[in-house]
């Protein structure tokens, strides 16, 4: 049996509804809160019954709005210096992965001497934090329950903080917040997930007993129901089974790090803005193929969990049917890259260290060169 640390938020909440009585839980820890969330969320009205529950608790709420995909390092500033001005003792992370990512890292910083620049990287964050309380709007990024936050630096690099610090205190799932999610959001999202429990179950480094179960009960969930909640948008059922997949893999991959599909994904959401859940579509393919030489067994042992045969060539057939049956785009032409921009894509997925030693086969620069342009 092998040695190892599971780690995840203290408290949980799945719950269909649960937004609506935000207010009530969170009172007792916070009073004057930074609300963090994007503009789309807010239009689609998502946010409306959560922050009437913060205000009927008689809670002085400061919103934060201005969350942007891929979330760069001058929003976050601005979005630390927008909470600090309130004199903001918790935050509420409301959204997709970026507002949850952002959420994180106010925390963190709200109250601190560090820059963000400081804490990049791997367990720098230093000190306390106010309390952090967290509600998913997509059923994908898991960023609820990990303690990991993703930033486009200035210089357009998607760079990882990773503390213990960032793991929420309370997590509260509520699968009616994804009801509206449009098909493409719905489908990158999904893929996305199904992503995360793959490379937790084949994470070559800290993969463990725990993080191998929740990957695969995550992955059956997500893989057979993405294409009922893609096409019943309002099936409830479905959409709380993505729910819980996506947040039962992000349990698993912040224990069993994700590792090359992700680490390709970056330069297009950091060069391209192309959506994190599409990036990873997209190199989900060849990254399986180029793997499935020293990760067969387990690719196999996936088969009969998305409803094949124990055989690492029809679990991968199947993967890269549901992304096409989904919808999502196959193809990198399809989101704007060309064949000159491969060079400086595989150059900075191949010095992703971080991800790339999780990988169960190595990549090398050479190998991302050619990888990307299998799908260009």
């Known amino acids: 049996m092998v040695n190892f640390t599971f780690k995840t938020p203290p408290k949980i909440i799945f719950e269909s509804g649960s937004a609506g009585r935000l207010g009530q839980l969170v009172r007792a820890t916070m009073k004057r809160p930074v609300f963090v969330t994007d503009e789309g969320v807010m239009k689609a009205g998502l946010t409306n019954d959560a922050l009437d529950s913060l205000r009927d608790e008689g809670l002085d709420v400061l919103v934060f709005g201005d969350v942007v995909a891929d979330p760069p390092a001058s929003v976050i500033r601005e979005a630390v210096k927008a909470a600090k001005a309130h004199g903001a003792d918790g935050v509420i992370g409301f959204g997709g992965g970026s507002s949850?990512?952002?959420?994180?890292?106010?925390?963190?910083?709200?109250?601190?001497?560090?820059?963000?620049?400081?804490?990049?990287?791997?367990?720098?964050?230093?000190?306390?934090?106010?309390?952090?309380?967290?509600?998913?709007?997509?059923?994908?990024?898991?960023?609820?329950?990990?303690?990991?936050?993703?930033?486009?630096?200035?210089?357009?690099?998607?760079?990882?903080v990773v503390s213990d610090q960032l793991f929420a205190d309370l997590a509260i799932v509520d699968p009616k917040l994804t009801l509206t999610a449009p098909r493409g959001v719905t489908s990158a999202t999904g893929i996305d997930a199904m992503v995360h429990a793959i490379e937790a179950y084949t994470s070559r480094l800290l993969r463990n007993p725990v993080s191998c179960a929740l990957a695969k009960e995550a992955l059956g969930l997500l893989a057979n129901n993405l294409l009922t909640a893609c096409e019943e948008p309002d099936n409830l059922k479905a959409r709380e089974a993505m729910s819980i997949g996506a947040t039962l893999a992000g349990q698993a991959f912040a224990n069993a790090p994700v590792a090359a599909v992700h680490a390709m994904a970056y330069p297009l959401g950091a060069l391209f803005h192309v959506p994190h859940g599409v990036s990873n579509a997209l190199m989900l393919s060849p990254v399986l193929k180029f793997n499935a030489a020293v990760a067969a067994d387990q690719y196999a042992e996936l088969g009969p969990v998305v409803g094949v045969g124990a055989d690492a060539n029809a679990f991968i057939d199947h993967m890269i049917d549901l992304c096409q049956k989904s919808g999502t785009p196959l193809r990198l032409t399809d989101v704007g890259v060309n064949h000159n921009?491969?060079?400086?894509?595989?150059?900075?997925?191949?010095?992703?260290?971080?991800?790339?030693?999780?990988?169960?086969?190595?990549?090398?620069?050479?190998?991302a060169l050619r990888l990307y342009e299998e799908v260009l």
């Open 100 to 160: 949850l990512d952002t959420a994180k890292l106010i925390a963190v910083l709200i109250d601190s001497d560090q820059s963000l620049e400081d804490v990049y990287g791997v367990d720098n964050v230093k000190g306390a934090r106010p309390p952090l309380v967290l509600l998913p709007t997509t059923a994908g990024t898991g960023s609820e329950v990990t303690a990991i936050s993703i930033v486009t630096s200035d210089d357009l690099q998607k760079i990882g």
């Open 341 to 367: 921009d491969l060079p400086r894509m595989a150059e900075d997925a191949a010095k992703n260290e971080r991800l790339m030693k999780n990988n169960p086969r190595e990549v090398t620069y050479d190998d």
